[in-house]
C-alpha cells in the first residue's frame, strides 16, 4: 500500500476506479486542473510516494529531482518509448523510481472515426463530391505505414470492407502477410497507393519532401497518431495540391496552425480514441499497474 496517491491532474479515470484508488494509499488526493507549472506540480505531489499523470503535463526531471518522496509514477496514457514520454523516464530510473505506462485502450474508436471519415470521402456523405460517382471501400488500395496494433485493426477493418492492403514497418509481419496484406517499401507504397494510413508512435516524423514526392497527387493521407507524422513545411507544400486530402481527428496531428475546415484539410479536432469503453479500459490498465507493483 502506499502512504500517499497525488493524482495531479485529471486522468479520465472512471468512477469506480476513483474509489479502488482510495483503498490502495493512506491518503488519496485528487486534483481537477491542469497544473500550470513544475513549482504546482511539486506543490501537488508534495510528500506523495505514488503519482498518477495523464498527457497533459510533463514530469521534468527538475519535478523528479524535487519530490524525494516518489517511488511511483503511474502515466494514465499511453507510453510507447522514454524518448517519447511525458515522464523524464531516465531521471525517474536514476533515482530507482518506477515508471508505469499504457497502451492500446482507445484503438476502437480511432477505427470507427478511420471508416466514418473514409465512408463520408468515397460517398460524399456531408461534404462537396470528390468523385463523380461515388465510390466503394471495395477494391481501394490502401497503404499502412505502421503495422501496430491500430495500424493493424485499420488493415483488418478494411481488409473487410474489400480494400486491397499493403503495410510498410521497420519489422516485418508475417502474420499479417499470411492474410495477405503485402509488405513494401515506404516509396512504392506511396505511390501504389490512393489511400495512405500513418499509424506511428509519437514523435516520429516519417514524412518528408521526398516522401511526398513518392506520394504524389490526388491521393488521401489519413494521420492516426497522437502527433504529426510529416514534416510540417512538406505537409504544406504537398497540400497546396487540391486534389490532395489530409486527414485527422485532433489538431495535434497536423503539425502547424491550420484552418482544420477548409480547403484540402478534414480534421475534427476531437480524439476519437476517447470515449466511455476507452475510459475503462485505461481505468482497468492503470489499476492493473498499480496493484502489480504493489
Known amino acids: 500500500m502506499f502512504r500517499k496517491i497525488a493524482v495531479i491532474e485529471p486522468c479520465s479515470l472512471v468512477p ?24 504546482e506540480i511539486m506543490r501537488r505531489i508534495g510528500n506523495a510516494d505514488c503519482v498518477l499523470v495523464s498527457y497533459t503535463t510533463r514530469i521534468s526531471r527538475s519535478v523528479i529531482e524535487h519530490c524525494p518522496d516518489l517511488k511511483y509514477i503511474g502515466m494514465c496514457c499511453s507510453l510507447y ?59 481501394l488500395k490502401v497503404g499502412i505505414a505502421g503495422l501496430g496494433v491500430s495500424g493493424t485493426m485499420i488493415a483488418d477493418a478494411l481488409r473487410y470492407m474489400g480494400a486491397e492492403v499493403s503495410y510498410y514497418s521497420r519489422t516485418r509481419k508475417p502474420l499479417q502477410e499470411k492474410k495477405g496484406i503485402a509488405c513494401l517499401p515506404l516509396d512504392e507504397l506511396l505511390k501504389n497507393s490512393e489511400v495512405v494510413f500513418t499509424c ?80 475503462e479500459l485505461l481505468s482497468r490498465k492503470v489499476l492493473d499497474n498499480l496493484e502489480e507493483f504493489i
Open 81 to 139: 518509448s522514454k524518448e517519447s514520454a511525458n515522464v523524464d523516464i531516465a531521471a525517474a530510473e536514476e533515482r530507482g523510481i518506477v515508471v508505469r505506462g499504457i497502451r492500446d485502450y482507445g484503438d476502437r474508436g480511432v477505427v470507427e472515426y478511420i471508416l466514418w471519415q473514409l465512408i463520408g470521402i468515397l460517398h460524399g456523405f456531408g461534404q462537396t463530391p470528390r468523385y463523380e460517382i461515388p465510390r466503394e471501400i471495395t477494391g
Open 16 to 39: 469506480w476506479a476513483e474509489e479502488k484508488l482510495k483503498t490502495l494509499a493512506e491518503k488519496t488526493v485528487f486534483y481537477h486542473d491542469i497544473p500550470k507549472d513544475d513549482a
Open 200 to 279: 506511428l508512435n509519437k514523435n516520429v516524423i516519417l514524412l518528408d519532401s521526398d516522401r511526398f514526392a513518392a506520394l504524389g497527387s490526388g491521393k488521401i493521407l489519413f494521420n492516426t497518431s497522437i502527433g504529426p507524422s510529416a514534416e510540417p513545411e512538406a505537409l504544406k507544400a504537398w497540400l497546396e495540391n487540391p486534389k490532395n486530402l489530409y486527414c485527422c481527428d485532433t489538431r495535434a496531428a497536423i503539425g502547424f496552425d491550420a484552418d482544420r475546415t477548409a480547403g484540402n484539410i478534414l480534421c475534427m479536432n476531437v480524439s476519437a480514441g476517447r470515449t466511455a469503453q476507452a475510459f
